[in-house]
Every structure is written in C-alpha cells, then in structure tokens.
C-alpha cells in the first residue's frame, strides 16, 4: 500500500512521521504535489496550513480535480484542520474553493486565533479511549449533510466527521504520540 502526504503547504512531516511509527516505510510514503504524484497512491493525507494557499496551488498544479476523480473513484482521504477545510463542501462566510469531498460545512478559527490553541481529551467514535486532541486555529463542523457522521465533538462543537472512506479531524494527531487515527486511517 503506498500512502500519500499532500506536501504543498503545512506540517506534513509530522504526519509522514505518524506513519512510519505505525509502520509504513518510508518508501511506501509518497509525497503528493501533482495529479501524477496521485496516480501512485492508494489513499491521501491532507495535512493543516492555510487552505487559501493550498487551494490556489492545488487549482494552479490541476491537483484539485486529481483528489475528486480519486476519491469519487472510492480512494481513503483525512484531512486535518486546514485538511478538513478543503474537504469540506462549504466554508462559512468565504467564497474559497474547496474538494467538496464530503456534505459539510465548516467554521474557520471556531476556538480563537493562534494564541487560543489548546490539547483536550475527546472521544472519537470507533475508539476505546480518548484521543488527545490539539487544537490551533481549528475549525468546527457547522453542518453535516445526508450519510456524514460526526464522529468527535469538543465543547459542544462537532470536530471530526466521516462519510465512508472519508475522514475530516479540525484537530492535530499527528502532533501527538497517539497514532490511533492513523491505524483508523490505513484500515479504511
């Protein structure tokens, strides 16, 4: 199985480091920055940064249009924070392009700025125990379409959502040691 890493923009190397401690060899990672780079893959992480960037670079490389034929094709793809704001249908209050990968709709800076992140413990359907989620600038679930489960709440917000083999998380795993979400991942 070869696992790409959307390497536009972002902390991906934290997610490729995620990866290789559930132990998916470094050879078996591909770094995704064309729509060539996707052909190779059998599923796709879209790390956090900031979705006006990456949009454009992925609208400018013809990457964008990759990920949707793949994914409708039934290809796995989480994204994390800035992930999940690509993947999301719509964005409140921006008229940005995004996948539209799965039926939401999201809130950009739900918990604050940058100096408002926080690490909470939240429940993750599908897991025994609570995942330590990090929250910085994540965004929250405003609205989840026909076949979206959420699948973690924080505070009263809906923070993670999957629609089959597609998972959106507004929070960081891969800046922790727990890899579950990873092995959730690669099982899809």
């Known amino acids: 199985m070869l696992v790409g890493v ?19 060899s470094r050879s078996s990672i591909v770094g995704v920055k064309t729509p060539d780079h996707l052909k ?6 879209i790390p956090g940064g900031e979705s006006t960037t990456v949009s454009k670079l992925m609208a400018f490389t013809g990457l964008d249009e990759a990920i949707k034929v793949r994914a409708a094709e039934g290809m796995p793809v989480w994204g994390t924070c800035m992930g999940m704001i690509m993947m999301a249908r719509d964005i409140e209050g921006s008229e940005q392009q995004t996948l539209g990968l799965i ?12 100096v408002h992140s926080f690490e909470q413990e939240i429940d993750v359907a599908g897991l025994d125990e609570p995942v330590n989620g ?12 026909e076949g979206v489960e959420c699948i973690a709440e924080c505070r009263g917000k ?10 959106g998380t507004s929070f960081h795993p891969e800046l922790t040691d727990d890899r579950r979400l990873h092995e959730l991942f690669l099982s899809l």
């Open 6 to 24: 959307a390497t536009i923009q972002g902390d991906f190397e934290k997610h490729i480091e995620a990866l290789e401690a559930v132990g998916v």
């Open 40 to 45: 190779e893959i059998d599923r796709l992480i």
């Open 158 to 167: 809906a923070v993670a959502a999957r629609c089959g083999r597609l998972i």
């Open 103 to 114: 039926d939401i709709t999201v809130r950009r800076n739900a918990f604050g700025a940058q």
């Open 134 to 145: 990090v929250f910085i600038r994540a965004p929250e679930i405003t609205r989840l379409g």
